[in-house]
Nanobody
Framework: VQLVESGGGLVQAGGSLRLSCTAS????????MSWYRQAAGKERELVAT????????TYAESVKGRFTISRDDTKDTVSLQITNLKFEDTAVYYC??????????????WGRGTQVTVSS
């Protein structure tokens, strides 16, 4: 299984960015997908999750209204659109997949992360 993130970079505060994660080696459409982030010296935190099928979404309070998670099951891709970037959004952003194991729990997979740096 591979999860490969892209789209990070250096952006000015107030700007926008779109992160993408392409999955391989798993049945993507059956996996709830999430984005996490980890700022320097802090714990990894859940940013957004999108479910399967209908694509219900949840967001951390700190990003509501600015972040939008979406998925394209035809391309095995999950994306995170970020608007009105703030300095505190600076972090490494990780893609996460939760793969069901046919009634025997789930397996978690992580990408290597993509750095987002917001400048003032």
């Amino acid at each position: 299984v591979q999860l490969v993130e892209s789209g990070g970079g250096l952006v000015q505060a107030g700007g926008s960015l779109r992160l993408s994660c392409t999955a391989s080696g798993l049945i993507f459409s059956s996996c709830p997908m999430s984005w996490y982030r980890q700022a320097a010296g802090k714990e990894r935190e859940l940013v957004a999750t999108i479910s399967t099928l209908g694509g219900g979404t949840t967001y951390a309070e700190s990003v509501k209204g600015r972040f939008t998670i979406s998925r394209d099951d035809t391309k095995d891709t999950v994306s995170l659109q970020i608007t009105n970037l703030k300095f505190e959004d600076t972090a490494v952003y990780y893609c996460h997949a939760e793969e069901p194991q046919g009634g025997f729990g789930t397996l978690d997979y992580w990408g290597r992360g993509t750095q987002v740096t917001v400048s003032s």
